[in-house]
Antibody
Framework: EVQLVESGGGFLQPGGSLRLSCTASGFSFSSYSMNWVRQAPGKGLEWLSYICSLSRTIYYADSVKGRFTISRDNAKNSVFLQMNSLRAEDTAMYYC?????????????WGQGTLVTVSS | DIQMTQSPSSLSASVGDRVTITCRASQTISSYLNWYQQKPGKAPNLLISAVSTLQSGVPSRFSGSESGTDFSLTISSLQPEDSATYYCQQSYDPPRTFGQGTKVEIK
């Protein structure tokens, strides 16, 4: 069974940093690209970042470029999101999502999310 | 960046009704259009990929179609368990933008 489990969320003040983790199981993690998506309270989905299977290609949304860094450790079946210079508007549920391997670039499996709250 | 304009933002329909949600892309996205269903407090769930490919386990009352840069998700006979928010997403180019979402409620 494919599982994605996020961790690392929490409450912090503006300007702080946080590192989110997403640990995968039930599939060959090193063969799949991964994404991070967030959802502010009561709002829609916002794609944040993409990393390919071997970390050679990385993309970011403009809203987080320069502040967030995506990385992965295939030996540990994990993808990470390092978040720096956090702002109140970064408050959201953060999901990792696996990109399907069929060439359609859909997000076929999602974690349950980890909540990040940024407030003074 | 490619913008995805989804409509309506919400709708209320009766059990058995036919419901259609549309998404318009700001430029060509070929067939890189996916649909997700999200229920309150849950992660999104992939319903349809590549415009019209139904994911395993998704009821056949769901279908997807396209006309140029306009895409549609149709529920042929609305069921109580279809109460959710639906999002389109383009996966043609980064950023992999989502539509604003359509909240479907049962009358």
């Amino acid at each position: 069974e494919v599982q994605l489990v996020e961790s690392g969320g929490g409450f912090l003040q503006p300007g702080g940093s946080l590192r989110l983790s997403c640990t995968a199981s039930g599939f060959s993690f090193s063969s799949y690209s991964m994404n991070w998506v967030r959802q502010a309270p009561g709002k829609g989905l916002e794609w944040l970042s993409y990393i390919c299977s071997l970390s050679r290609t990385i993309y970011y949304a403009d809203s987080v470029k320069g502040r967030f860094t995506i990385s992965r450790d295939n030996a540990k079946n994990s993808v990470f999101l390092q978040m720096n210079s956090l702002r109140a508007e970064d408050t959201a549920m953060y999901y990792c999502a696996r990109e399907g391997i069929g060439g359609h670039r859909d997000f076929d499996y999602w974690g349950q999310g980890t909540l990040v709250t940024v407030s003074s | 960046d490619i913008q995805m304009t989804q409509s309506p933002s919400s709708l209320s329909a009766s059990v058995g009704d036919r419901v259609t949600i549309t998404c318009r892309a700001s430029q060509t996205i070929s067939s890189y259009l996916n649909w997700y269903q999200q229920k309150p407090g849950k992660a999104p769930n992939l319903l349809i990929s590549a415009v019209s490919t139904l994911q395993s386990g998704v009821p056949s009352r769901f279908s997807g179609s396209e006309s140029g840069t306009d895409f549609s998700l149709t529920i042929s006979s609305l069921q109580p368990e279809d109460s959710a928010t639906y999002y389109c997403q383009q996966s043609y180019d980064p950023p992999r933008t989502f539509g604003q979402g359509t909240k479907v409620e049962i009358k």
